[in-house]
């Protein structure tokens, strides 16, 4: 298990090397560079930057280099001194900008995570054990519903709901006067009353999925002999249905939770653009728009490991269950 | 009161040199909405919570901290009361940017824009030749820390920020300089500063009114000469090492700043002249609170200190519509310019009462909505030879039906309209403005035979008899509604048989296209049009943008910059054009303009106004119209009517600081 383990995180190595080299790349080699886009910007306010002007600032933000020379000190500052370069876009250092938004991206994602998982799993293994039945087709078409319609459109559908029947501000996790407040139970249970919203959006699509992989699961087990072999022994139902079949059907549920990192940090961006909400989401699209490239390369990067940690975590859980793969490995 | 009713002369007669009043049709100038001369025999008056500072001992009293001579601004309706909020949405960098706040420079616009008043400064004299421009500041007048506001503040920014070519590589801004050439700057004595420069200026007040003029008054030496790595070495070779950054114009202009930079607001010690200060940083922030300056230096007319409001309130949004939607919640106190567009007026209209708001007509200074330019020095030799035809851009311009695109496109509003001065300017010009804008098929059509007449197919080709088809690129993300402009002006041109395509680019795609030498043309707005901007805009009529312009005039303003100056270098790939004589003459007047004044200046402008509609170097859609402002209802003293532009930064100079709330 140990060489296993050492094995893999051996491969990671030149995996991240390669994405981060290809991540940089790909956001310098677009013609133009953030000095254009902020030349530009500065164009659609009416304002005119002088070519003097634009040269000195590329010269200061070392965007006359050649590209690799870029990458390398970006790569250098990273891994020796945890400097993710600056942010041109925000004008602070890129983890000054990162950091302070992942608390709140991590709440909300696993609060939305936690809100899937409180509805779908009942209503799972409710539509498989009731199957064909009334209350099966309504979360089945409320399911489906929640998959089709598109989150941004769900998430613009309440603010307006929330807005025009209760009155409540949108827009953000916080009421203005706990935004830049220190944190106190006043603020939390602040964010607490505007955490729902985003979290039923991001919820929504990720419930009926769960819904399904469920039911189809647990449908297959319910006719399986051990059941009924279990029933016949007067096994009471509902104990019965917890115990085995149920745990069953979620095993392909919880293998398929291995992106989970990735999702918990970069999940609902445009959500969060639409809502306004501090996460880290819209931080990595502006980036990208601006050509910000430290900042996006950063994003990209941290990503990535989450990427390849969390298969890293998903593999050594499956070795765990599954002793083929161990052997076969090792 | 000798001197400062000398101060209210001497400006008189300055804008009676400057302004474009001796011109004929020249809009009567208003009264002037602000003036220095006030009679507070009775003392200052000032906010409750700074008397209440004042009475513990920890600011000194209201008359010590104004200067002798404070700035009175007529409120625009009544004398305010102190207190309250006035709340902003803003995208998360510079605060300045949405026009809300940061407007003091020395001398400013005033609020309808037509002239320039007395601001940090109390007033100027102007040489006979208009060669030498003396400054009047304030005795007395504090920065936000209660240091001294003297002219050494203004030489130490001429000196070293302006002029230090380790923060400002390129030397002081065009603005600033006249016919080329910087002015010598001196000290007369604490409280007067001298503009010597060597040809006479006729721009120089209206340029200082403008966004760069600001510069002037937000370098207080005192302060910033820490951050001056000749006058302190190693306090900012510390500074800089604790930030990570290597290069000090980068680091100066993340942690200093100026005009154009977030940084210029995120240092919250940093004195300020501003009528609310800073207590945080701002960047990265969600929500940023500025409080009163108890230095402000200005009063209402009953002597009480400005401003009325206690506080300004940032709120981040980082996507328009959750602007927007703070807005009719009326979560906001006036609504950002970005979302104030005509598309959204059923919105905002509609949720006034729910908001409690309402709307406030907001005139654009922009000329048109869509300027559109083609490649007269495009590589490919026929392109060129057709694009620099003047009957072709006439030609075009017939074969677009303008009250179409207004009726759909702008809801009915706004005129059909050439790039030119707005009808409130001064240089309006009728043919300038109205040339050309009519739509009639059969007349474009006999222009365009001259250049590329009827093919057998019903599409028109080069006078060689080949094909000839060409593209123009817009900018989807910038103005959505040059999309739908584009849309019918197609239709219309292939009407009229020309072979084009429109190239609808996202913003990041827009720019490369623009710079292509190849792009046969492209589509940019045009701004700074209303009263007397068009003096100071000139470079747009020319397609001058700086760094960059809309279809390819390289080789005109490379044969501009050297009959200008014969060393100049020309850049890589660039062969120089000699314009139509027309052409050359308007470059030959964009230089003179600036060096003129009175009704010399008048009169070349009207030239190159009369030029510029003979040539039709560009090609207009319509007036913008149709814009407002969102004010909340208990917010009072906010003019009738709001301007909107960034010459004149509007709304910035409509006084917020006498804005109040009414409980």
């Known amino acids: 298990m140990g060489s296993f383990i050492l094995r893999r995180i051996i491969y990671v190595i030149p995996a991240l090397i390669a994405v981060s080299l290809i991540s940089f790349l790909v956001i310098a080699v677009p013609p133009g560079d953030f000095v254009d886009r902020l030349a530009e910007e500065a164009a659609k306010k009416g304002d005119i930057m002088p070519l003097a002007e634009i040269e000195a600032m590329r010269r200061a933000y070392g965007l006359d280099q050649p590209l690799l020379v870029q990458y390398w000190s970006w790569i250098t500052g990273v891994v020796l001194r945890g400097d993710f370069g600056y942010s041109f876009g925000w004008n602070l250092p890129v983890k000054e900008v990162i950091w302070p938004r992942l608390g709140l991206t991590v709440v909300l994602s696993l609060a939305s995570l936690l809100f899937v998982w409180v509805v779908a799993i009942p209503i799972g293994i409710y539509s498989a054990v009731r199957r064909y039945s009334a209350g099966d087709y309504f979360f089945t078409f409320l399911g489906f519903l929640g998959l089709a319609v598109p989150n941004f459109l769900l998430a613009l559908a309440l603010m307006y709901v929330a807005f025009a029947w209760f009155g409540q501000d949108v827009g953000g996790l916080f009421s203005p006067e706990y935004i830049e407040a220190p944190w106190s139970w006043g603020k939390f249970t602040d964010l607490m009353a505007h955490l729902w919203l985003p979290m039923v959006v991001l919820g929504t699509s990720g419930t009926a999925s769960v819904i399904r992989v469920i039911r189809a699961n647990l449908i297959d087990e319910l006719h399986k002999p051990y059941v009924t072999a279990a029933r016949a022994k007067g096994k009471g139902e509902f104990a019965l249905l917890m115990k085995y079949p149920v745990r069953h059907a979620m095993n392909p549920f919880v293998s398929g939770q291995n992106d989970i990192f990735v999702d918990i940090v970069s999940g609902g961006t445009i959500v969060a653009i639409v809502m306004g909400l501090q996460t880290t989401g819209p931080l990595l699209i502006k980036a990208l728009l601006e050509q910000d490239m430290y900042m996006a390369a950063s994003f990209i990067l941290m990503l990535s490991v989450l990427v390849v940690v969390g298969t890293l975590l998903s593999d050594l859980l499956l070795a765990w269950l599954d002793p083929r793969i161990r052997y076969q490995q090792g | ?663």
């Open chain 2, 1 to 663: 009161m000798q001197k400062v009713r000398f101060g209210v002369t001497r400006l008189v007669a300055a804008s009676l040199l400057l302004s474009a009043s001796a011109l004929p049709g020249a809009v009567v100038l208003p009264v002037q909405a602000q003036d220095n001369a006030a009679v507070c025999a009775s003392g200052f008056t000032e906010a409750p919570q700074l008397k209440a500072q004042v009475d513990a001992g920890a600011l000194p009293p209201v008359a010590e901290r104004l200067p002798l001579e404070p700035l009175v601004i007529q409120p625009a309706k009544e004398i305010g009361t102190y207190g309250g909020q006035f709340i902003d949405s803003w995208g998360g960098g510079n605060i300045a940017d949405i026009r809300q706040f940061g407007y003091e420079p020395l001398v400013r616009w005033s609020v309808d824009g037509s002239e320039v008043v007395p601001g940090v400064a109390k007033g100027w004299d102007v040489s006979e030749d208009a060669r030498t421009y003396t400054i009047y500041l304030r005795e007395g007048m504090k920065w936000s820390d209660g240091q001294p506001f003297t002219a050494d503040d203004i030489l130490f920014w001429w000196d070293r920020v302006e002029n230090n070519p380790k923060v400002m590589t390129g030397g002081p801004r065009g603005e600033l300089k006249n016919n080329g050439k910087a002015p010598t700057v001196t000290k007369v004595d604490d409280y007067t500063v001298a503009f010597a420069y060597e040809d006479p200026n006729g721009l120089f007040l209206q340029n200082m009114a403008g966004p760069y003029g600001q510069r002037a008054v937000q370098f207080a030496k005192h302060y910033l000469e820490q951050f001056d790595i000749d006058a302190n070495p190693e306090g900012v070779a510390k500074l800089m090492a604790d930030a990570g950054q290597t290069d000090y114009a980068a680091w100066w202009k993340a942690n200093v700043g100026t005009y154009n930079d977030a940084a210029q607001f995120n240092d919250p010690k940093r004195p300020s002249v501003h009528a609310w200060i800073g207590t945080d940083t701002l960047l990265g922030k969600e929500r940023v609170t500025y409080v009163r300056n108890p230095y402000y230096f200005a009063v209402d007319p009953e002597c009480q200190q400005l401003p009325y409001i206690d506080e300004r309130v940032w709120a981040l949004a980082a996507d328009p519509e959750v602007t927007l939607l703070q807005a009719i919640q009326g979560n906001i106190t006036m609504s950002p310019r970005n979302v104030s567009t005509p598309q959204n007026r059923a919105v905002f209209f509609d949720n006034q009462e729910a908001g409690g708001y309402h709307l406030v007509p907001s005139r654009s200074c922009d000329y048109n909505t869509a300027v559109l330019t083609f490649s007269v020095n495009s590589p490919d030799p026929r392109k060129a030879a057709v694009f620099s035809n003047p009957d072709f851009r006439k030609g075009v311009s017939l074969a677009i039906n303008r009250q179409e695109i207004i009726d759909t496109v702008y809801l009915g509003q706004g005129e059909p309209f050439q790039p030119a001065p707005l009808r409130d300017s001064p240089f309006f010009n009728e043919a300038m403005a109205k040339n050309f804008t009519e739509f009639d098929l059969a007349k474009a059509a006999e222009y365009l035979d001259k250049v590329l007449p009827m093919g057998a197919d019903g599409k028109r080709v080069g006078l060689d008899g080949q094909p000839f088809a060409f593209s123009i690129d817009i900018n989807a993300d910038f103005r959505p509604d040059t999309v739908d402009t584009f849309q019918l002006i197609e239709r219309t041109w292939k009407q009229a048989g020309l072979d084009v395509t429109i190239n609808v680019r996202a913003d990041n795609v827009f720019q490369n296209s623009l710079a292509a030498p190849e792009s046969d043309g492209g589509v940019w707005v045009g701004e700074n049009g209303c009263g007397q901007l068009p003096l100071l805009n000139l470079n747009r009529f020319l397609n001058d943008y700086g760094s960059w312009q809309p279809g390819n005039w390289k080789g005109w303003t490379a044969w501009n910059a050297l009959r200008l100056d014969p060393n100049a270098t020309v850049p890589e790939g660039v062969t120089p054009v000699e314009p139509p004589a027309n052409v050359a003459r308007m470059y030959e007047l964009r230089s003179l303009i600036p060096t003129k004044i009175g009704d010399e200046q008048a009169a070349l402008m009207k030239e190159f106004t009369d030029l510029a509609a003979e040539e039709l170097l560009a090609i207009g859609v319509a007036t913008p119209a149709g814009f407002y402002r969102s004010v909340k209802n208990d917010v009072h003293n906010v003019p009738d009517e709001l301007i909107e532009g960034w010459l004149y930064p509007g709304p910035a100079p409509s006084n917020l600081s006498t804005y109040f709330i009414k409980q």
